[in-house]
């Protein structure tokens, strides 16, 4: 009795250690990093800050170099420039002039990625791809949850808030209601009267919008082929870079092999000339590349030194779907295994596909390269018997950091929506829309009725309501932007942008309560839970107040 006992016992202990990783996975990550893809003009950033970082004094502001990593936790803010930020899973987010974007949640749910921005103020044009992973944005009055393709673009400003739906479809949440959305929709509300938000028809689109669709279309087309030389299914950023800039090899035993144009065979790819070291507390040391093409090869993959071209970028890992184990492909903050060597000076080893952690590189056949302050020296070989040891955390003082350096906080644009931009128009009608506005019940509804009757209802109920033409905000009649490093002017005071909980665990379809454009949700999924109910990890040097958030998919 007792070895049967026994027996059933060890089973039991089997069985539980075997769902352990199921277990393990469900849990939430902040781990995620992604990248300042494109700077025009004057673009900061802030690494940390507490609840809102235009009004934050302890924040601390600096230039934002392009390829910079950005963590959950960073505020990102424009002058009179644009920016461009590139998520791993093919999500875009395009920011206009005087914008300022916080990264609020960035993490991972059972391999569900979660994002989740706040729009603090200005303009952005969002792209998300994803089938699966959550991406949502809040801005002023609302959050917008995005659809699997979806494209669309939110205005921020003092006396209100709108956003258009420029492809797929969307739901916006406000005051625990969801108004799905759908291309040639848009969606405002205007602070001055909050109860009664419009729905109405997307304004043509201007000179921004012709500039994102233009980023996006080149970055598509770049990626899909380079994808023809990597055999994977798996985006990540930067891949339509190396088809701009540089040319593929056939390496053998290795497959095909990448190198940037106008580079000798005595290339160094961690030159000076190249990028600069940042320094990251929660991240480390990362070396970010000044080129265009300076985000893949300098944080995923490895190098080959070839005899015919010297140092060849492989991108070793992307061909199995998901990454590693079916888990996204980690970012390493540099491509190379830091030493010390036996003649006590730290030095880099460009890091070979096939090197184990922890283990002498292998590249070190081809000498080390020292560390000097922010620069990296050419390689020394290493004298026979000469010892090496490998470091597998630098200290933060042992690097100098490059040309990332403390500026003046980004300004408070008091910017209001002109009177010119707004129409009289029936609030909530859209021409071959099912959505109106129920002015009796105070909400959107789903209607049948005849057009004529709920329109004249609408109108009776609130004739005054008026369309925001987002288009012509900044263009067409432009108000005279007032800066001031005071408080916002807005009459009445807005509400506090926290953005809405994350709806993990069965696939994102993209509409709250109802059948989704991206396939029906599972029945096991949890929807309004959000992903842990306490502040993130604190690794992740999160400054912001609440909990977790949603993510996006490949070209």
């Excluded at 970028?313 to 888990?327: K, Q």
Aim: proline content about 6%.
């Amino acid at each position: 009795m007792k070895a049967r006992s026994l027996v059933l016992i060890f089973a039991v202990i089997l069985l539980v250690s075997a769902g352990l990783p199921g277990m393990a996975a469900a849990d939430t990550s902040h781990i995620r990093i992604i990248r300042l893809s494109l700077v025009q003009g004057t673009v900061r950033f802030a690494g940390s800050f507490h609840n809102d970082s235009l009004t934050d004094p302890k924040a601390v502001w600096q230039t934002a170099p392009l390829n910079m990593p950005i963590r959950e936790g960073y505020a990102l803010a424009t002058d009179a420039g644009r920016a461009e930020v590139e998520f791993e899973n093919g999500a875009m987010a395009f920011l206009g002039d005087n914008t300022v974007l916080e990264f609020y949640d960035l993490s991972l749910h059972d391999g569900q990625r979660i994002t989740r921005l706040v729009l603090r103020q200005g303009t952005a044009v969002f792209y998300e791809h994803s089938l699966t992973d959550y991406f949502s944005v809040t801005g002023g009055d609302f959050t917008v949850e995005a659809g699997a393709r979806s494209r669309f673009r939110l205005n921020n400003f003092d006396d209100g808030s709108i956003v258009d739906v420029e492809a797929g479809q969307v739901t916006v949440l406000r005051n625990d209601n969801s108004t799905p959305l759908e291309k040639g929709q848009s969606f405002s509300v205007r602070a001055s009267d909050p109860k009664y938000p419009v729905i109405a028809r997307v304004e043509p689109n201007d000179d921004f919008d012709a500039w994102v669709s233009g980023r996006i279309n080149s970055v598509i087309t770049a990626t899909n082929y380079t994808n023809q030389y990597t055999s994977t299914f798996n985006y990540s950023s930067g891949f339509s870079d190396l088809y701009t800039f540089g040319s593929w090899y056939s390496l053998a035993g290795y497959g095909y092999g990448w190198r940037p144009f106008g580079v000798g065979a005595g290339w160094c790819p961690f030159d000076a000339v190249y990028g600069n070291w940042y320094m990251d507390a929660s991240i480390g040391w990362s070396f970010i590349g000044s080129a265009p093409w300076g985000w893949l090869p300098y944080h995923y993959g490895g190098w080959i030194f070839s005899p015919a071209y010297g140092w060849v970028w492989t991108p070793n890992g992307f061909n199995n779907f998901g990454g590693y184990g079916g888990r996204p492909i980690p970012y390493r903050p540099v491509t190379a295994v830091w030493v010390n060597t036996g003649s006590t000076f730290l030095g880099l080893v460009p890091a070979h596909p096939l090197d184990k952690n922890g283990k002498t590189p292998l590249n070190i056949a081809h000498g080390v390269y020292p560390a000097q302050g922010s620069a990296i020296a050419p390689p020394v070989a290493l004298a026979n018997g000469e010892k090496v040891s490998v470091i597998k955390h630098l200290p933060a003082d042992a690097l100098v950091a490059g040309n990332i350096v403390k500026t003046a906080a980004p300004l408070v644009v008091s910017r209001t929506l002109p009177a010119s931009t707004f129409t009289t128009r029936q609030a909530g009608y859209v021409r071959q829309s099912s959505i109106m506005y129920d002015p009796v019940e105070h909400r959107f509804v789903n209607s049948n009725q005849a057009v004529a009757a709920a329109n004249a209802a609408v109108a009776h109920a609130h004739s005054n309501v008026a369309k925001v033409n987002e288009a012509t905000v900044e263009h067409a009649n432009p108000p005279a932007a007032t800066f001031t490093n005071a408080g916002r002017n807005s009459v009445p005071a807005r509400p506090a942008m926290t953005p809405a909980p994350a709806r993990v665990g069965g696939g994102y379809s993209g509409g709250s309560g109802g059948s989704g454009w991206g396939g029906e949700r599972s029945s096991g999924s949890s929807i309004g839970s959000s992903v842990g109910s306490s502040t993130p990890a604190s690794s992740a040097g999160s400054s912001h107040p609440s909990s977790s958030g949603g993510g996006g998919r490949p070209h």
